[in-house]
């Protein structure tokens, strides 16, 4: 599902299962003494998609550690990004001379737990997301929205290595023509595009500045997929 938002210089690996020959390297491994199972599962499963990712690229294999605030360490000449849910793990990976910075998220296709809407929402999101109801319930439009914020966070912070809040990205959502909901659980799917627009100071990398992403959104088979992909050779924003 995640390859469908991307473009087709991205190789993106998924599963909805934990194979039984996923492995870790010394290094990762020695980061999981104190996980629990679902934790060590998530990282290793992750990881070995990254891995089959590097594969298609033409990548040998390497340790992905966590460096800055968490974010992935990729070889040189790589970007990436990985997200994992209940049920779903994805990795997406690109040379930098196609793609500068991606960023994914997958999330269980269900409300927000309460509350949290309005901690990461802003006030024009929370009004298109309350049209977005009225006319297709069967979306739950403000997971949707926390996937795509979460999406936009992993895109800016390897370009910027600045901290980017739910507050200072503020999105809009079309939809596809002729996308159905599929039901509660989204199961025959709905998609469309997103614009991410920073309320902050913009980023910079490089000779580039970037006020604003694009990406794409899925629902399917009970999750809620985002994805950014920045060209290399897209203009400065």
Known sequence: MIGELLPATVAAVETTVDPAGATLFPEESALL???????????????????????????????????????PIWPDGIAGSMTHTAGYRAAALARTSDIVSLGIDAEP???LPEGVLDTVSLPAERAWIAASRAESPDVHWDRLLFCAKEAVYKTWFPLTLRWLGFEDAEIGVDVDAGAGAGGASGASGASGAFHAR????????????????????????????????????????
Request: charged share 25%; net charge positive.
């Open 33 to 71: 003494t104190r996980a629990v199972d679902k934790r060590k599962r998530e990282f290793t499963t992750v990881r070995h998609c990254a891995r089959q990712a590097m594969a298609a690229l033409g990548v040998p294999a390497a340790p992905i550690l966590p460096g800055e605030r968490r974010a």
């Open 109 to 111: 296709h269900g409300p």
């Open 198 to 237: 920073i309320l902050v100071e913009p980023g910079v990398s490089g000779d580039r500045v970037f006020h604003a992403f694009d990406g794409r959104w899925l629902v399917r088979d009970g999750f809620v997929l985002a994805a950014i992909a920045v060209p290399a050779s897209h203009p400065p924003r």
